[in-house]
């Protein structure tokens, strides 16, 4: 090979199903590299070991390798590092390998090896008292570094085992592996070293994230273990006189629980400190065979992972492992905060009583902030209120509203005072924006809140009392929306007949909702016919966003024609509004309490409103 990295797919060594395709132990040195490679097809040299590469008494470089396909009929299905051997593997694809006994993709027995960057994923076997579908280290040292291990099977140590080693696992994600024992970490009279590393979505009998037994000694520091499975210890299960460090470190949401300690055979001891532990120390089974030395530092809240359905684990800037002890977990802030805070209202109250605002009257709105997150807000959380249209006639007296803090599940209300000039015109719209903030927060971003607001619409010289709007909806599946402004829009509240979990809206595709919004429109569906009346604050303008494509909205508290709909910038394509009533037809009006699908040439903006 050239040592060109780009044809790795298309230079291939195959080993017919009938040998190893390549082997060292002839003394080679780091200096001897072997690179640009497609391995493959490999059975085992010596043994039955070693189905890709068989190393022995040699320490090669192994770069920019794809290793696949190969079987070991005893250990390293991808790669063996046999005796006497310290190679560095780097930048290595190992994939599809079987084995029988130990290293799915790498065995290192009685030897020593650097893994770094490398992924290896889906590797198996199905054979009893197999170690480690990605990685086994037995009577071994090394490291294990910026690599991924993922989707590997094994009966113990799905992700990676270590018998009898004391290895250094830094950087790495092991996920979403396998096995009876230690889905993602198996340990026996081992003394494991793991730093900065993510063991999340593994499961197994015991020990979803990391099992440790027979006089391991575990040191774990600012690694996040997380949503790991198991019917006992879906984070850490220890037994046999185990001794885990755990220092920095997030355990949440493994179930069904963090931290177990086997009932009987020695006990074990588990030292925490300053560390994000899901139910805190009580949520640790002892079985009453085990020490826990609980130190200063630890915290038992929500890490607000960014996004781990997917796979992200970095945290919000509003974490606590980074405001309420700094540096937990693994990865660091990786997103804008996550504050859950909701606004309720208007309340409106016009000074003659009359629910109408009349010209030179002052007018009191009241806002409802809550804070519906786990978080307790600690640095003057508020509300602004502003006009998005401004009108020299109308002042907003105190514009901003602050508090000290607010406590999970706290509610506070916000008032404000609005002025109409003696000289404003009756008729005039009056749009009003109120916005959850904090105080100085362009200063303090891990304190600050995103889209989340309240706009709504006030006439001079117009009743703003609650209007109801009456829809009826056929049985089975339906386009609706909310023409109303309420503080109830869970749909199980407003239809009485709805089937549970048939709420729908779509952006790109569909999403499962609960509750309704304003201007956005919703698939679902009843189990009869039914008549709704939306009761709430009236709606008289929405502004909006469309994504370019398909999109499903919905009006206001009135029927607007489609040609009066306000579209700027001439996004909506002619004769794409649809409506749906056990079919789909162009409709030509946008009415109260359904929606609509719209198609719009390009990302964008369109206002439905009354017109005058």
């Given at each position: 090979t050239t040592g060109d990295t780009v044809y790795i797919e298309e230079t291939v060594i195959d080993g017919s199903s009938e040998t190893c395709p390549a082997t060292f132990w002839g003394g080679e040195t780091r200096d001897a590299l072997l690179t640009g490679f497609t391995i493959q097809n490999g059975l085992g040299c010596v043994y039955g070991q070693g189905g890709g590469v068989y190393i022995e008494q040699s320490s090669p470089t192994l770069d920019h390798l794809i290793i696949q396909n190969n079987i070991a009929t005893t250990s390293g299905g991808g790669v063996l590092v046999n005796i006497g051997s310290n190679p560095?593997?780097?930048?290595?694809?190992?994939?599809?390998?079987?084995?029988?006994?130990n290293g799915g993709g790498i065995s290192v027995s009685s030897a020593s090896a650097d893994?770094?960057?490398?992924?290896?994923?889906?590797?198996?076997?199905?054979?009893?008292?197999?170690?480690?579908?990605?990685?086994?280290?037995?009577?071994?040292?090394?490291?294990?570094?910026?690599?991924?291990?993922?989707?590997?099977?094994?009966?113990?140590?799905?992700?990676?085992?270590?018998?009898?080693?004391s290895p250094v696992v830094a950087e790495t994600?092991?996920?979403?592996?396998?096995?009876?024992?230690?889905?993602?970490?198996?340990?026996?009279?081992?003394?494991?070293?793991?730093?900065?590393?993510?063991?999340?979505?593994?499961?197994?009998?015991?020990?979803?994230?990391?099992?440790?037994?027979?006089?391991s000694d575990i040191n774990i520091q600012n690694t996040t273990i997380s949503d790991n499975f198991s019917t006992e210890g879906g984070g850490l299960y220890l037994r046999n006189n185990s001794t885990t460090w755990v220092e920095r470190t997030i355990f949440w949401n493994d179930s069904p629980q963090e931290i177990f300690l086997h009932p009987s055979e020695g006990a074990t001891q588990l030292s925490v400190s300053y560390s994000d532990i899901g139910g805190g120390e009580e949520g640790i089974v002892t079985n009453n065979n085990g020490y826990v030395y609980w130190f200063g530092g630890n915290i038992n809240s929500d890490p607000l992972f960014c996004d781990p359905e997917s796979g992200n684990y970095f945290v919000a800037a509003n974490s606590p492992c980074q405001i309420l002890s700094s540096d937990i977990g693994a990865l660091g802030v990786g997103c804008d905060a996550l504050w859950e805070f909701a606004l309720y209202g208007p309340e409106l109250s016009d000074a003659s009583g009359n629910g109408i605002w009349e010209p030179g009257e002052n007018l009191s709105v009241s806002v409802t902030m809550c804070n519906e997150g786990t978080m307790d807000h600690t640095f003057y959380p508020g509300v602004t209120l502003s006009e998005i249209f401004p009108n020299p006639d109308i002042t907003i007296n105190n514009s901003e509203f602050w508090w000290y803090g607010m406590y999970s599940g706290q509610c506070e209300e916000a008032g404000f005072i609005l002025n109409a000039g003696g000289s404003i015109p009756p008729g005039t719209e009056v749009v009003l924006?109120?916005?959850?903030?904090?105080?100085?927060?362009?200063?303090?971003?891990?304190?600050?809140?995103?889209?989340?607001?309240?706009?709504?619409?006030?006439?001079?010289?117009?009743?703003?009392?609650?209007?109801?709007?009456e829809v009826q909806y056929s049985q089975?599946?339906?386009?609706?929306?909310?023409?109303?402004?309420?503080?109830?829009?869970?749909?199980?509240?407003?239809?009485e007949g709805a089937v549970s979990g048939t709420l729908y809206s779509f952006d790109s595709g569909y999403t499962?909702?609960?509750?309704?919004?304003?201007?956005?429109?919703?698939?679902?569906?009843?189990?009869?016919?039914?008549?709704?009346?939306?009761?709430?604050?009236?709606?008289?303008?929405?502004?909006?966003?469309?994504?370019?494509?398909?999109?499903?909205?919905s009006g206001i508290s009135v029927s607007v024609p489609v040609e009066n709909i306000i579209d700027p910038q001439g996004i909506i394509i002619e004769g794409t509004i649809y409506q749906f009533n056990g079919g789909y037809a162009p409709s030509d009006v946008i009415e109260p309490g359904r929606a609509y699908w719209v198609r719009s040439i390009v990302e964008g903006e369109i206002i439905v409103q009354i017109l005058y």
């Open positions: 560095l593997l780097k930048n290595l694809i190992i994939r599809d390998n079987s084995f029988a006994m893994i770094e960057n490398c992924k290896i994923y889906n590797n198996h076997s199905v054979e009893d008292y197999s170690l480690g579908g990605g990685i086994s280290f037995s009577g071994s040292n090394g490291t294990i570094s910026g690599s991924v291990i993922s989707n590997n099977i094994a009966e113990s140590g799905g992700g990676v085992s270590f018998y009898s080693s994600v092991i996920i979403s592996n396998e096995a009876e024992y230690g889905g993602g970490l198996y340990s026996n009279n081992a003394n494991p070293n793991i730093d900065h590393s993510v063991i999340v979505q593994n499961s197994a009998e015991h020990g979803g994230g990391i099992y440790g037994r027979i006089n924006l109120a916005e959850a903030t904090a105080l100085n927060c362009e200063n303090n971003p891990e304190f600050c809140m995103n889209d989340t607001s309240v706009e709504f619409l006030i006439q001079i010289g117009t009743s703003f009392d609650e209007t109801t709007v089975n599946w339906n386009l609706i929306g909310l023409p109303v402004i309420t503080n109830d829009s869970g749909y199980e509240s407003i239809f499962a909702e609960t509750e309704l919004v304003p201007g956005t429109g919703y698939w679902i569906r009843l189990e009869s016919d039914e008549q709704v009346n939306f009761t709430g604050g009236p709606i008289q303008e929405l502004i909006l966003q469309l994504s370019e494509g398909w999109n499903l909205i």
